[in-house]
């Protein structure tokens, strides 16, 4: 269970920031024993316990209320509490209202107090406690709840709603509990030295020590789209969880209550972070353990992670927004290998992780893809993916890219062959199919960066139908050829780098991505032509004076599905019959035939004569043709 230990490591390295809401992210590393809460109101009290005011929270975030991230203290118990039995385990501190007014929380709270006033260092915290329990032992909640209009449209109060306290110090300073760290510390030792210490001590298999409590219950809600999906959990002995093997979940696995806490935690927090790459129930994450810097992103294009890591360097983060045809594969290899060596060192010890985690029901998850590299050898895998999967991809002014129109040299994200293999998602008949796929695909390509496993063909064979079938692609219409086109070219750009691939992972054969002009495979050379005759029959329409807003298709585009399968046939109409009146507007098109006639020398014996159907590297030809064209 290396995973575990991992996320253990990584909690530790990061103690500092435990509890701290990040800013830009607004993220919060949880103390142990807590847990996000949803506050409909919350209670102001003075230090002696007296009501000051309440205040309804109207449309509150989960988790968020004026930039302060909302965490509460809570048991293994009522973390996981739900059906009849939950009355029976409220949350120490805040809580929905018919959990505040039971007896058990009254005296959950006394035996709190009773353990804080034995220790000095936490004289404060026992006050406040103090408070809360002079409070709701007057038993006038839910009148105060009335009396302040906290109620629904009925004027009824909702016994579902989660009722949080802010407690003024001595000097009537606020204090927001949420955010008091010696209250964190207050309720962790409590609770571990009353309740978790006195369990059955064993191995913890998280991290291999001895002797230590461990859970028999573990946390949930570690993926929001997956809130009741558990990673670790042994609570089903009927249904064959054990198969013959145990008795008892102790007999399986044993994993201590800190190191659950920190595992879960950890997970919970990675997750939630911007970075994290998401598609349904499944999350992906990459990180360092090292107190889990920024790293280089591997589901972004070639683009994207050379600009995040020139983003400190004024000169080269305007070359990356302002450049159009740099190859940012290449830029990126060199950029990673030109550290200097007190750099390389580092990257050579720090340690990363590459996880997925996903749920196969809604209430069980799973670790379906975990890698430990090196930070070093984590780049270089990124580096050889990027290098041998890349080929010109398009951005637009749309997007925000470039401020402009324009093309890259690199490897697409993996939205872009989520797009190329999959077609969007409106396309399949339900979003739960379209989700189980685009999970599979996203496995299936981490297996492919960091395992160096071969692209899946069927993945390549279906970016390459949808590449020659512009015509058939969902959102094409438009007002004008750019926006009419724009999904078709991303899809181009992205089969092309997978085709790329292909070849180079099981004919070891390479291919350039710019024109490669004395190649004379067969497939090659016919994806020229067809890129010339569309050429042709723009150049055309552009002197007839139509403008971009005229977005019929050319005929190279509309036949190209039939010049794929029989190109010869194809070709022969297309130039005796449909480029005809188009060469004769060019004066004849001599630059255009000329080209023509060159690519033609090139076809092999009998070569050009062969109907039999093109493979991938017809869109090779043709795209690296097209871009020529394009920038003479």
Known sequence: MSWTEKCCDTYDACEDIVGICNEEEGTVLLPLGHMYTELNAIVYLDCAGS???MEKIEGCDSNVKNGDNIFMPCTEESASRSGKGASKFPHPLFDRVKYLCSSIYLENLKQWITYLERKEEYAAACRIISAIYCYISQGTLINDLISYRITDSKGNVKKDWNIGFCVNAADGKENRLWKMPDLWRAWNDFYSENYVNKRKKDVCYATGRENLPYSSKHPKKINIYSANAKLISGNDQENFTFRGRFETPSEAVTISYEASQKVHQTLRWLISKPNCYRCDTQAIIAWAIDKVPEILSCYE?????????????????????????????????????GYNSFDKIKRHIRQVVVMAVDSSTDGRMAVTYYRELREDEYEERLVI??????????????????????????????????????????????????????????????????????????????????AINPLALENTVSKNREGRWRNWEYVLGTACALIKRYYHDYKKEEYEVKLEESRSDRDYLYGRLLAVADQIEMSARYRQGKTKEDARATNAMRYMTAFSMHPFRTWNMLFSQQLNPYLVQLDGGGRYLKEIGLICNLFEAGAYESDAPLDGRFLLGFFAQRQKNYKE
């Open 51 to 53: 009501l000051q005011r």
């Open 301 to 337: 294009d070639s683009y994207g992670i050379y600009k995040m890591e020139v983003q400190n360097d004024p000169e080269k983060l305007r070359f990356a927004d302002h450049t159009v045809y740099a190859d940012y594969s290449q830029a990126l290899k060199n950029l990673l290998l």
């Open 385 to 466: 993916w990027h290098d041998t999967c890349k080929s010109y991809q398009r951005y637009d002014k749309e997007t925000g890219d470039f401020g402009k129109t324009g093309y890259f040299i690199g490897a697409p994200s993996m939205n872009r062959i989520t797009l190329a293999v999959l077609g969007t998602r409106k396309a399949w008949k339900s979003d739960a199919s379209y989700n189980k796929i685009v999970r599979i695909l996203r496995e299936q390509l981490l297996h492919c960066i960091f395992d160096g496993d071969k692209i899946p063909q069927s993945m390549v064979n279906a970016a390459f139908r949808r």
